[in-house]
């Protein structure tokens, strides 16, 4: 298929009197003005309602996901002490480094169907007298090629007090998911025992502060399994209801951390699965033990499209269409939710998102679900992100799958080899609306259009977004999800009037182009400065395009 060259529509990015010059790679979203000043050309209209707050946007909507699947911790994020990879105790330094900038606020960890058949055990005291044990995912036919390693084998050098290290280094709180399928509720309160009882208090504090670690963790996020309907055990919702209810009452040690339970939810958007489910624990008295439900979803696009680079316009548009059903499946789970806790206590947590390609692992066979990443991604994560904005009095927490070397990856990395994905630079622009007052904001723009497989005319949105406000710093997020087509927009935000802008725009030359080791910085965002002066309140988005405007009010 044809690649579109960009450049064709930033050299129109300026008309008539307005101050920025575009050049190549730059000013991509500028302020389109006549000469008496008045916009021209606005097909589209975003409209930012100071006043009308959704809820504050949680940091944690900023969470990732580490599980011992392929590449992710193994090659990923732990390389070993004594590897010639930079590395801090272990910990691949250019990943903690690059984590810095997107103020990562939770990371899951050990899976994922990975979770339920780990024992916690196995990954804590000495590192050399750990046992080898099979991994959840050695059976898979990605790793048929692979003859041994941590991948198919694992060793456990990565355990507990790892993954806290990793945390502490990068700033993010843990959310550990326990074992329900092949453990018993015991293990769960040991697992707890190790993380949060003070050292002196119990044997398993003693383990912990004879690996270095006297303070205790105070690990608040615990999910209880993980999809609970599938490989965590094929329970029906009431079967699982009885184990969470086992889990969760009465004796689970508290330690003065005010402990979040996270039941496992729904597979995408099965509201009678959660009905039951909630109905069950209803039952048993365990919904007052609940802080949040998780829900997965990923998106695919099928045919031609489910290749993550060599897609063509209708694949396109199938994955963010796939996507963009996220908003529907919070909306209906929010739903059965609402109904079931009068209280109105449990919050969602989407505790695995992404774009899951059908292809081979890029660099290293032993890299299960490892494909690559280009706009398109993200697209994915800057509409997802955009949602969770939306709905920001219903999502507690959220956790892009996987955070490196597979599935929705923000990294790759192979050796001493590391890039960062268009899908990280999302995370890096979106990272200011953490913590920020979610505003509604109303966008109309014409539909785009393609022809289906079957030949039939599909559409979908022609704009969308989600905007945030923190004093006088506003950040509106704006995803441009044609395959071809600029949209010139008309920004208004009642309430208040834009001083300064300063747009962050993320588009690539060829919707193909993805960032290698060799060409990392090949899609990359890029900035303009907008002054006071030059600021007229119209926009260009380019196609296929995320773009962050951060504003300071006026006055
Ligand atoms: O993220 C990969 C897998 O997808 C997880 O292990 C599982 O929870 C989901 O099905």
């Known amino acids: 298929m044809p690649s579109i060259p960009r450049r064709n529509f930033v050299q129109t990015a300026l008309i008539g009197g307005a101050a920025l010059l575009a050049r190549r790679g730059e000013a991509l979203v500028a302020p389109s003005v006549g000469r008496s000043g008045r916009a021209l050309l606005a097909d589209s209209h975003i409209e930012v309602l100071l006043d009308e707050p959704i809820g504050t946007i949680a940091p944690e909507l900023y969470g990732h996901f580490t599980e011992h ?92 007090t790892e993954f806290l290290r990793f945390c502490r280094l990068i700033g993010a709180q843990p959310y550990l998911a326990a074992n329900v399928r092949t453990l018993p509720a015991a293990a769960f309160n040991q697992w707890l025992e190790y993380c949060n009882s003070p050292a002196g208090t119990t044997s398993w504090s003693n383990v912990r502060a004879a690996a270095g670690d006297r303070e205790p963790y105070q690990v608040r996020y615990w999910g209880v399994g993980n999809e609970a309907w599938g490989c965590g055990g094929n329970f029906t919702p009431e079967e699982y209801a009885e184990e969470y209810r086992r889990f969760v009452t009465w004796s689970v040690p508290q330690f ?45 696009a099928p045919d031609a499209g489910a290749d993550a680079v060599a897609f063509d316009e209708r694949g396109w548009y199938d994955l963010l269409t796939s996507a963009d059903r996220m908003e529907a ?104 609306h953490q913590g920020a007052q ?59 009037a834009i001083g300064t ?21 090949t899609v990359q965002p890029s900035t303009v400065e907008i002054s006071a002066r030059d600021v007229r309140g119209v926009f260009r988005f380019p196609p296929a395009s995320v773009t962050k405007l951060a504003i300071t009010l006026a006055g």
């Open 69 to 160: 699947l392929g590449g992710v911790i193994y090659d990923g994020v732990w390389v070993g002490e004594g590897s010639r990879v930079p590395n801090i105790g272990g910990i691949r330094k250019a990943l903690v480094d690059a984590m810095h900038a997107i103020k990562p606020s939770v990371v899951r960890w050990p899976g994922g169907c990975f979770a339920d058949s780990y024992d916690w055990r196995d990954g804590v005291g000495p590192r050399a007298q750990r046992p080898v044990r099979t991994n959840f995912w050695a059976g898979d036919d990605g790793l048929k090629s692979v003859v041994g390693g941590p991948a198919k084998y694992d060793p456990n050098e990565f355990g507990t």
């Open 256 to 300: 003065d951390v005010d402990l979040a339970f996270i039941a496992s939810g729904p597979n995408g958007g099965d509201v009678e699965w959660t009905r039951r489910l909630l109905t069950a624990l209803a039952a048993r008295g365990s919904l007052d033990r609940m802080w949040g439900l998780s829900m997965h979803h990923y998106c695919s």
């Open 329 to 432: 499946i919070v909306g209906s789970i929010w739903e059965v939710v609402r109904q079931a806790d009068r209280q109105r206590r449990i919050k969602l947590v989407v505790d695995e998102w992404g774009a899951w390609h059908k292809n081979a692992p890029i660099v290293d066979p032993s890299h299960l679900f490892e494909s690559q990443s280009t706009i398109r991604d993200a697209l994915v994560t800057g509409l997802t992100l955009d949602i969770f904005h939306r709905h920001a009095d219903k999502i507690a927490m959220a956790n892009v799958a996987q955070l490196i070397n597979c599935i929705h990856s923000l990294f790759f990395s192979h050796e001493d080899k590391f890039v960062v994905t268009p899908a990280y630079h999302v995370f890096a622009m979106y990272a200011a």
């Open 438 to 496: 979610s505003v509604r904001t109303v966008v109309s723009a014409p539909r785009v259009s393609w022809a289906a497989a079957d030949g039939k005319p599909r559409d979908f949105w022609g704009l969308n977004g989600s905007c945030s406000r923190r004093g006088r710093e506003v950040t509106l997020t704006v995803t441009n999800p044609s395959f071809s087509e600029p949209r010139e927009t008309e920004v208004v935000i009642r309430g208040g």
């Open 501 to 521: 802008a300063r747009v962050t725009t993320l588009a690539a030359g060829n919707v193909h182009d993805v960032n290698s080791f060799e060409r990392p910085n």
